[in-house]
């Protein structure tokens, strides 16, 4: 192989004993191919902590400032890196995302990579250095400062072996793969060798933080194999890649980080005054699921909890007239290519969730996936349940 890109994960470089594994995983593998460029996350709980010290200062803190701040995080990752490398041996660099020439949108706090410029990377491979890049940042037309979200790293990384036409992208953590469910709260978990990209998607769409969402639309636009590992175990693995026709289930996410708010008014609500709302959030890159009309009079629709303050904030100063009132909400989401050709699947989950008396507010179907929406908590051991019964 000519060229190989690495990610690692916060939880890989968390402190400098970590460091040290992954600067000798990296130097293992530059003994085996020409070319290496390595995409870093920030250290540990370093970007929560960041975030947190903002939202002391303000509540709702500028997201160009935000980006500045957070963006600070995998940058001191790639230079202390960079330095280890160097220590033992190992000719390296370290590139933030506007050196590596990674060009996005302004969205600040959830910007898309719209090009790269790989010649500065370029330039440092013919020098035999290893590249290391501060993963989950950019720049815009501005000249701004950017970031792509949390998660972004794994962006990154597969955008680089896009742009670069690398052999592999490796995206490297504390697990050894991509798991069936949480394997740190369901037991009976089991590793993955393969899924499909689209697969990958519901998964990633439905809340799991194994991979970056938009990672995996970039591999299937480019065909570009992922390859999940752990940093810590040389054995395991999982591959992300094109279509897999067997119809089965493979993964069963459980995303309680969901609130749903209605909007309410005395008088009729007009398609105008609808779609001006849903653009007024849409605006505020606030992500809306299932944005709908309840009423005549009122509108329903899905956030994150983390957008709560911010959303609020809009209704407030915006929509006063409405009366507004939020619930939270547990989404289940069943994954597996095909498995909604029939009615055996969706029927099992059905049972069991009438079997714990838990009310079903909401269910949708695609090729790839169900999703079940209900209003009460679901436990880990019904998940586990539900595991058993339908991945053998």
């Known amino acids: 192989m000519e060229t190989i890109v690495l990610k690692f994960g916060g939880s890989s470089v968390a402190d400098n004993i970590r460091l040290n594994i992954v600067a000798e995983k990296i130097i293992s593998l530059k003994k085996q191919v020409k070319n290496v460029v390595a995409v870093v996350s920030a250290q540990g709980k370093t970007t929560d902590r960041l975030l947190k010290e903002a939202q002391e200062l303000s509540a709702i803190p500028q ?8 963006s600070t ?3 001191i990752t790639a230079a202390k890196l960079s330095i280890l490398l160097n220590r033992k041996g190992q000719n390296a660099v370290s590139l933030t995302g506007w050196q590596a020439g990674i060009r996005t949108s302004n969205v600040h706090k959830s910007a898309k990579i719209e090009e790269i410029n790989t010649a500065r990377i370029e330039k440092e491979l013919i020098k035999g250095n290893v590249v290391i890049v501060a993963g ?61 990209f689209d697969e990958m998607q519901e998964i990633a769409d439905a809340g799991a933080k194994v991979l970056h969402n938009r990672c995996i639309q970039i591999g299937k636009k480019f065909d570009c194999d992922i390859i999940a590992k752990s940093t810590f175990a040389e054995t395991g693995e999982t591959k992300v890649c094109q279509a897999i026709e067997k119809a089965e289930v493979k993964s069963i996410v459980k995303n309680e980080k969901l609130i749903e708010i209605r909007m309410k008014k ?3 609500i007009n398609k105008q005054e609808f779609l001006e709302i849903y653009q007024t959030l849409l605006a505020e890159n606030i992500i809306l699921e299932k944005y709908q009309r309840e009423a005549e009079n009122s509108i329903s629709f899905r956030i994150q909890k983390v957008e709560q303050n911010k959303i609020h904030k ?7 007239e409405y009366d507004t009132n939020q619930k939270d909400i547990v989404k289940l989401t069943i994954v597996g290519y095909g498995i909604t050709q029939d009615n055996t699947v969706l029927n099992q989950v059905i049972d069991i969730l009438k079997k714990y008396e838990i009310d079903i507010e909401d ?16 436990e880990d051991s019904i998940i586990e349940e539900l595991h058993k019964k339908l991945i053998k």
């Open 363 to 378: 269910v949708n179907l695609t090729q790839a996936k169900i999703e079940i929406l209900v209003n009460s908590n679901v």
């Open 63 to 70: 997201e160009r400032e935000v980006d500045m701040l957070l």
């Open 266 to 268: 005395s008088d009729v």
């Open 314 to 320: 809009i209704l407030e100063s915006s929509y006063a």
């Open 136 to 196: 989950f940042q950019g720049f815009d037309e501005t000249q701004d400062i950017t970031t792509l979200g949390r998660g972004g790293s794994d962006t990154t990384a597969v955008a680089l072996q896009a742009a670069l036409k690398a052999d592999r992208c490796y995206i490297f953590s504390d697990v050894d793969g991509i798991y069936s469910a949480d394997p740190n709260m369901i037991t009976v978990a089991k590793r993955l060798d393969e899924i499909s």
């Open 73 to 75: 995080g995998e940058q």
